[in-house]
Every structure is written in structure tokens, then in C-alpha cells.
Nanobody, 121 residues
Framework: QVQLVESGGGLVQPGGSLRLSCAAS????????MAWYRQVPGKERELVAA???????NYADSVKGRFAISRDNAKNTVYLQMNDLKPEDTAVYYC???????????????WGRGTQVTVSS
């Protein structure tokens, strides 16, 4: 199996920055696309940013120009640099990875447990 552990969330003032990290571990054969999602109570989980194994990225319109996703394939880690944070960015942020564990025949979706980001003065 593959486990994802997020870190880097917290409380920040509007206009501030945070960097989230998500490390994949376990019996990893391969990690494909990785992504960050976020969710607020009462709303569906939404895609924030995604990155392929080759480094191609895409972003939600609401975060373009403010957030940057990157990855270190050697460390099976994905990052989300968040700048110029706004109160509406407040949410639980989840890491997602498309991965294949050893002895498993196919790729599966894996999720972290989430990290809280709160933007408030």
C-alpha cells in the first residue's frame, strides 16, 4: 500500500504564505499524477492544483498566479507553495496521488488525511 502524509498547514494572515508538503511512503512501485484538493464544510472537495510525473501542471482559476505546485520524484513528494493567501483559501487541504504499490496489478488513487489552512487576521 501507499501512504500519503501532509504537513505545513496552519494559521496565516491575509497576504501571507504557506508551503504544504506531501510525502508518499510504503511499498511504492510507481507514483504518477499528484494533486492538491481542498474542502470546506458543506461543500464538495475541489481540485486546487495538479502535476504529472513529467512536470506538467494545471490550476484552479481561483489560485492561478498565487499558488505553485511542484514535486520531487526522487523523494515521492509534492509541494504546494501558496502566496497572497486570502480568507477564502481557508480549507482542509488534501494530497492525492495516483500510485501503484508493489505486487499490485494496477494504479489506485491514494489520499492523505488532510491539513488545515486558516487565513484570518
Amino acid at each position: 500500500q501507499v501512504q500519503l502524509v501532509e504537513s505545513g498547514g496552519g494559521l496565516v494572515q491575509p497576504g501571507g504564505s504557506l508551503r504544504l508538503s506531501c510525502a508518499a511512503s510504503g511499498r511504492i512501485f510507481s507514483i504518477g499524477d499528484m494533486a492538491w484538493y481542498r474542502q470546506v464544510p458543506g461543500k464538495e472537495r475541489e481540485l486546487v492544483a495538479a502535476i504529472t510525473s513529467g512536470g506538467s501542471t494545471n490550476y484552479a482559476d481561483s489560485v492561478k498566479g498565487r499558488f505553485a505546485i511542484s514535486r520531487d520524484n526522487a523523494k515521492n513528494t509534492v509541494y504546494l507553495q501558496m502566496n497572497d493567501l486570502k480568507p477564502e483559501d481557508t480549507a482542509v487541504y488534501y494530497c492525492n496521488a495516483r500510485g501503484r504499490a508493489y505486487l499490485m496489478p494496477a494504479y489506485s488513487d491514494y489520499w492523505g488525511r488532510g491539513t488545515q489552512v486558516t487565513v484570518s487576521s
